[in-house]
């Protein structure tokens, strides 16, 4: 896939904390538009797993924390040759019980989805602003600290 | 709510200045559209201490866009529904708007292949390097660190709406309820000031909504569905990448 080694060329991941208040906070109503015709398609869903990227000249990088409603969120990147060998979740959120179940269902999860992620080879990632101040946006500052 | 907002830029790359003034363009839009920010602009104009007619042009501007989305989406997108007496309410285009003059900027100063992504909605200029386009992951649903789909795409903006595992701010005001039909929207177009209303707008839809963006010129979009089948429309199918795992 595409090479993207020379990070030091690129100017990449300003990840600015920003207070941007935009979202509106409801948002509306219906429409009635039917019809067909759209494409659709099934698409069967697996998990793609993925083991332990290699060492070697890698570097780490930590995305910013984020803190998320179920507490501080950090990842941390590791790079090699310009590829993702591992994503470490540096801070997890565990105040209370609740939490601490996602936290333990999200970090293998962080570790292989980080990876497949990284064999499609993500320059970016869409979501929903209203959870994506999560692992998402850490995952994403983190990439962009990297350069890739 | 606060948000980041990322700048990637590859090569031709721009000065620093020009990374600056997008920085110091975002505050600015920020400090004067901001609805938690009483003293500003949009939030005395919701509540009426500052007339339309005073409002700066670049808020009457998106009190504009947003009024004409509403009625181009049927009412699906209506900010002002939300607002006691219908206040005048640009926010629900904003961010997408001031993404698309930061690109307009960038590109002024040179940039050709440039992502600015603002907590999950972006604009891709260009491409990331010759012959390959920004590839973007689709957020999945359930797990902020996965992606559902990967979208590879050129001079597009991409704009996601959805409601994840839990809470919401998204409901259909004639009855009150949450919109369940499908989990998450993913809009691409040509402004992300559209794009992102119209991702608001097929999510309250549901999937009929998808056949209703394929019909805006140049628009396409991606959902996933409540029952996790991912769905897209006919633009969207040169951009979804198959060989991507689908997780």
Redesign the interface.
Same mark, same amino acid.
């Given at each position: 896939m595409p090479k993207r080694g020379a990070a030091a060329l690129t100017l990449t991941g300003l990840a600015l904390a920003l207070l941007l208040n935009f979202r509106t906070p409801s948002a509306p109503a219906t429409v009635a538009d039917g019809g067909n015709g759209g494409t659709s398609n099934d698409s069967g869903r697996s998990t793609a797993g993925s083991g332990s990227g290699s060492t070697g000249s890698s570097n780490a990088y930590d995305g910013s924390v984020v803190d998320t409603r179920y507490g501080p969120v950090q990842v941390e990147v590791s790079v090699a040759n310009g590829k993702v060998t591992d994503v470490t979740a540096l801070e997890l959120p565990n105040q209370d019980r609740r939490s601490a179940n996602i936290s333990s269902r999200a970090e293998p999860l962080l570790r292989s989805e980080a990876l497949s992620a990284q064999s499609a080879t993500i320059d970016g990632v869409s979501g929903a602003t209203y959870t994506s101040d999560g692992y998402a946006q850490s995952l994403q500052s983190a990439l962009d600290a990297a350069g890739l | 709510?606060?948000?980041?907002?990322?700048?990637?830029?590859?090569?031709p /790359?721009?000065t620093a200045e020009a990374?600056e003034a997008a920085?110091a363009w975002?505050?600015d839009?920020?400090r004067r559209?901001?609805?938690?920010?009483p003293d500003s602009e949009v939030s005395r104009l919701i509540v009426g201490a500052l007339a339309f007619e005073a409002a700066s042009p670049d808020v009457r501007a998106m009190v504009t866009l947003a009024d004409e989305l509403?009625d181009r989406?049927?009412?699906?997108?209506?900010?002002r529904?939300?607002r006691s007496d219908a206040a005048p309410?640009p926010?629900?285009v904003?961010?997408g708007w001031?993404v698309d003059e930061a690109v307009a900027g960038l590109r002024l100063a040179g940039a050709r292949n440039v992502?600015v992504?603002?907590? &999950?909605? /972006?604009v891709?200029l260009g491409e990331?390097?010759p012959g390959?386009p920004?590839?973007?992951?689709?957020?999945?649903p359930d797990?902020?660190?996965?992606?559902?789909?990967?979208?590879g795409v050129r001079d597009l903006a991409?704009?996601?709406? &959805?409601?994840?595992?839990r &809470?919401?701010?998204?409901?259909?005001?004639?009855?009150g309820n949450v919109p369940s039909a499908l989990r998450?929207v993913?809009v691409v177009g040509p402004s992300l000031a559209l794009a992102d209303a119209y991702a608001?707008?097929v999510f309250?839809?549901g999937?009929? &909504? /998808?056949?209703?963006v394929?019909r805006q010129p140049g628009f396409g979009g991606v959902a996933i569905t409540a029952a996790?089948? /991912?769905?897209?429309?006919?633009l969207a199918?040169g951009l979804l990448?198959r060989?991507?795992?689908?997780?």
């Open positions: - | 709510m606060g948000t980041v907002v990322s700048i990637d830029v590859r090569p /790359l721009v990374i920085v975002f505050h839009v920020d559209f901001s609805p938690y920010k509403r989406t049927g009412g699906a997108f209506d900010a529904r939300f309410d926010t629900g904003v961010k001031s992502q992504n603002a907590g &999950g909605d /972006l891709a990331p390097s390959v920004w590839r973007i992951g689709i957020r999945h797990h902020a660190d996965r992606v559902a789909a990967v979208l991409v704009a996601t709406s &959805g409601l994840y595992e &809470g919401g701010h998204i409901v259909d005001p004639r009855t998450s993913t608001t707008a309250v839809m999937e009929a &909504g /998808l056949d209703w394929a996790d089948r /991912l769905v897209w429309t006919e199918d990448d060989a991507a795992p689908v997780a």
